[in-house]
């Protein structure tokens, strides 16, 4: 058959990301015997023109719209992803008689929702390099059982009910290889680095990897579980440093290496491996990684060092010990500290990646967080973000509806945030906040915060969210409503807000959105 892969991610920062999910795709598809070509939006300013120019030329027989993220993740400048996935959808089934698949990490969330809203013919939420094939096998030679196929969501024509079979999680991880094929030329440019980029004038030409699937770990946010499995699935180490070899070789532009493990050190005797196996054959490539402070000793740093990582960013999360503990991290200040020691030591550079305001980050907890850099940790750079995005499925869900911040029945779809409420209506702690981080050249916030009031952007988000709940609203409106079985819960349709009164003028109140 032939398909066409549609990639919607238009998130640049800090550094365009490869679409290896759908390259991982498309090296499944081409194996069993199909036809694939690539639309990247990422590099399309008129996305639905580039779209009707893709179906007009390729002329698919399944459009696969590979969906990256829900939004981008950002509380302080929210934008939704899903009105233009929607688009998307509505322009193939307008202009093509292709079947639309729809899958990817933000599919995979939220997947009774997405598929709700956007209406595809089929979702796979989870991994699909197996799922996508048993799919084609049976659109093409009705071969197969649609209710054994791991992930799938579907209208079943039995009854005209939404289905979602469970997510196995069985890919065999060592079976694959990216098809890096797929990538357009632009993502291996030495480019200016992005704003986010607090340690370099120039960002060079990377490749990625993922050496593993699956994480134990029980972050409170997390939704891994989700859309790859809490059992670790991983590739032998000597599998890792010969797929890293020959996709440096097969790029010459390729300058460094990134592995996108959600966790590189977790377990860390497979990560210690990976790295001896690195050392043993003197790969020497430049390459980074994503770490928890949970598992870094002196002897990983040291091997780290001699394997040829430069550069960690650390799921650090939050520099207060009430909110770790909230966040289930593991580790607390006292194990930050250490292990901020234990890299400074070194040639590595390293970046905290935290929250600001999640569970138990009040204004007294929040002031005392943003002065703990000052004082324990002297890192090359600290990546914040104000609020944590709340998924379903989760302990912050829970949380969040526990406190009242939410309500049990909200839609998690549409872009909603965990921050103390009282942070919210505290001027005084998000000027410090904002002032503290603008007088840090290596701390980053947000890049128009040096033109912002951090209080009034607050209140504008919230804004803005509700705005956004409110256009989902209308398009659902226009919908036949999905019709599920019994046993399945309905998806909110109802705006999910909390209203609250807030002061506009003297004795004045009007109603805005906690989101």
Not at 376 to 391: D, F, K, M, T
Not at 439 to 464: P, V
Request: net charge negative.
């Amino acid at each position: 058959m032939r398909v066409l892969l549609i990639s919607t991610n238009k998130i640049r920062v800090p550094r365009p990301a490869l679409p290896i999910g759908l390259a991982y795709i498309s090296a499944a598809l081409k194996e069993a015997g199909h036809e694939v070509q690539m639309l990247d939006l990422l590099w399309e300013a008129r996305e639905l023109k580039a779209v009707l120019e893709a179906l007009h030329t390729h002329k698919p027989d399944v459009v696969g719209v590979g969906v990256r993220n829900l939004d981008n993740l950002t509380f302080i400048d929210p934008v939704f992803f899903g009105p233009m996935t929607h688009k998307i959808v509505q322009c193939v089934r307008k202009h093509s008689s292709a079947t639309v698949l729809l899958g990817g990490t933000g599919f995979s969330v939220e997947p009774q929702s997405m598929f709700d809203y956007a209406r595809p013919d089929y979702g796979i939420a989870g991994e699909g390099e197996d799922s996508v094939v048993q799919l084609l096998d049976y659109l093409q030679r009705g071969v197969g059982d649609l209710s054994r196929i791991s992930g799938l969501c579907w209208v079943d024509p039995a009854d005209g009910c939404y289905r979602q079979n469970p997510t196995l999680g069985q890919v065999n991880v060592r079976a694959l290889r990216p098809d890096r094929s797929l990538y357009d030329p632009r993502y291996f440019e030495e480019t200016v680095a992005a704003s986010t980029d607090l340690s370099r004038d120039t960002q060079p030409a990377i490749e990625t990897l993922q050496t593993k699937r699956g994480c134990k770990l029980h972050c409170s946010y997390c939704i891994i579980k989700k859309t790859e499995g809490r059992s670790d699935r991983f590739k032998e180490p000597r599998e890792v440093v010969e797929e890293i070899r020959a996709a440096m070789q097969d790029n010459p532009a390729v300058r460094e290496f990134e592995v996108v493990d959600a966790t590189f050190n977790y377990p860390l005797d497979y990560a210690m491996a990976v790295c001896e196996e690195m050392v043993r054959t003197e790969l020497n490539v430049p390459w980074y990684c994503q770490l928890t402070p949970n598992a870094i000793t002196p002897e990983f740093v040291a091997l780290l060092e001699r394997a040829g990582c430069i550069r960690v960013d650390l799921g650090t999360d939050s520099f207060s010990d009430a909110a770790l503990e909230q966040l289930m991290k593991g580790f607390d200040m006292a194990k930050v500290a250490q292990v901020d020691a234990l890299l400074r030591q070194s040639r590595i550079e390293f970046t905290h990646c935290v929250f600001l305001g999640g569970p138990g980050e009040g204004a007294k907890e929040l002031r005392e967080s943003v002065q703990a850099p000052l004082k324990y940790l002297r890192p090359h750079q600290i990546y914040a973000n104000l609020g944590i995005r709340i998924l379903s499925g989760t302990k912050l869900q829970r949380l969040a509806v526990k406190k009242g911040i939410i309500s049990e029945d909200h839609n998690m779809f549409v872009p909603t945030f965990y921050v103390e409420p009282e942070l919210l209506e505290d001027p005084e702690t998000l000027g410090y906040v904002r002032d503290l981080y603008l007088s840090h050249k290596n701390w980053y916030l947000w890049w128009g915060l040096k033109g912002q009031d951090l209080h009034e952007r607050s209140h504008q988000t919230r804004q803005r969210v509700l705005q956004m709940h409110r256009d989902y609203q209308d398009v659902m409106a226009t919908q036949p409503p999905l019709r599920l079985r019994p046993s399945v819960p309905a998806p909110a349709t109802t705006l999910p807000i909390r209203w609250m009164a807030a002061p506009t003028g003297a004795g004045a109140t009007t109603p805005e959105v906690q989101p």
